[in-house]
């Protein structure tokens, strides 16, 4: 249950970097290199949500 909890971790992040990116396209203040890495932070822990589940499944089949 290692990846399971280990994936939990990973959608909780997400979901953070999902509401920050938000809070910051809302702010005209922030600056575009912020929004990007944002944004990069984001796609990879989505990549690395992606690569667990499929390793779980490779794993159970």
């Known amino acids: 249950m290692a990846i399971q ?3 939990v971790e990973l959608e909780r992040k ?3 970097l ?3 990116l938000h809070e910051a396209l809302v702010h005209p203040s922030v600056d575009d290199l912020h929004i ?3 944004k990069r932070r984001k796609l990879m822990v989505k ?3 992606e690569r667990l589940r499929n390793s779980a499944d ?3 089949h």
């Open 18 to 20: 999902e509401n920050e």
């Open 36 to 38: 990007c890495e944002l």
């Open 47 to 49: 990549d690395e949500i």
């Open 58 to 60: 490779d794993t159970l």
């Open 14 to 16: 997400h979901k953070i």
């Open 5 to 7: 909890a280990h994936l």
